[in-house]
């Protein structure tokens, strides 16, 4: 199985700030990697798809980056409203898995 | 508007079985592979499976190979999760999600998603 490992667990920030949220595949995906931001009590939302395609109707401060083994998304100028908790998933073969996911906290 | 319901959670018995479904609305629903996921308390997300347009493809992860059935009925655009041999470890928040493919590279992705049905194990 391909393991997705993300850093760093968890994050302070205040708005304004940039974050940056990294991901490493156990082997390579190309660019077979999907972010999905998770708010408490609801379902994920796909930001980034194919490493860096930005989802339709997702802020350009959202960009993902990378190929092969190691991944970056990207959160520039952080909003409130970007307080929640990114997963990295891959899906290039099965079965597919998803990093233990980044915690974006307010500092 | 794309929209996936889930229905069908609840309270199972160890050894027991249950079944999930997911009702699509607002696109095709036969033209896309489907997906389950799911999210035990407090914890991350882990793929359970995924079924090809035609039904006709499937695949698990390991922890349900055997006891979870994949499966859907593209006439009535709905997905379904034949939980079996249920332990406390299936306990969890079970979300279905469209996984929609780039037909010329098979890369894919999961969206949108469906707000969750809650399956608690216990006796």
């Known amino acids: 199985d391909i393991q997705m490992t993300q850093s760093p667990s968890s994050v302070s920030a205040s708005v304004g700030d940039r974050v940056t949220i990294a991901c490493r595949a156990s082997?390579?995906?190309?660019?077979?990697l999907a972010w999905y931001q998770q708010k408490p009590g609801k379902a994920p939302k796909l930001l980034i798809y194919?490493?860096?395609s930005l989802q339709s109707g997702v802020p350009s401060r959202f960009s993902g980056s990378g190929s092969g083994t190691d991944f970056t998304l990207t959160i520039n100028s952080l909003q409130p409203e970007d307080f929640a908790t990114y997963y990295c998933?891959?899906?290039?073969?099965?079965?597919?898995?998803f990093g233990q996911g980044t915690k974006v906290e307010i500092k | 508007e794309v929209l996936l319901v889930e229905s069908g959670g609840g309270l199972g018995q160890p050894g027991g079985s249950l079944r999930l479904s997911c009702a699509a609305s607002g696109f095709t629903f036969s033209d896309y592979w489907m997906t389950w996921v799911r999210q035990a308390p407090g914890k991350g997300l882990e793929w359970v499976a995924n079924i090809n347009q035609h039904g006709s493809d499937k695949y698990y992860v390991d922890s349900v190979e055997g006891r979870f059935i994949i499966s859907r009925d593209n006439a009535n655009s709905t997905l379904y999760l034949h939980l079996d041999s249920l332990t406390a470890e299936d306990t969890a928040v079970y979300y279905c999600?469209?996984?929609?493919?780039?037909?010329?590279?098979?890369?894919?992705?999961?969206?949108?998603w469906g707000q969750g049905t809650m399956v608690t194990v216990s006796s």
């Open positions: 999600a469209r996984n929609p493919q780039n037909f010329l590279t098979g890369n894919n992705w999961f969206d949108p």
């Open positions: 082997q390579g995906v190309s660019t077979w």
């Open positions: 194919a490493a860096s």
């Open positions: 998933q891959q899906t290039n073969r099965f079965p597919y898995t």
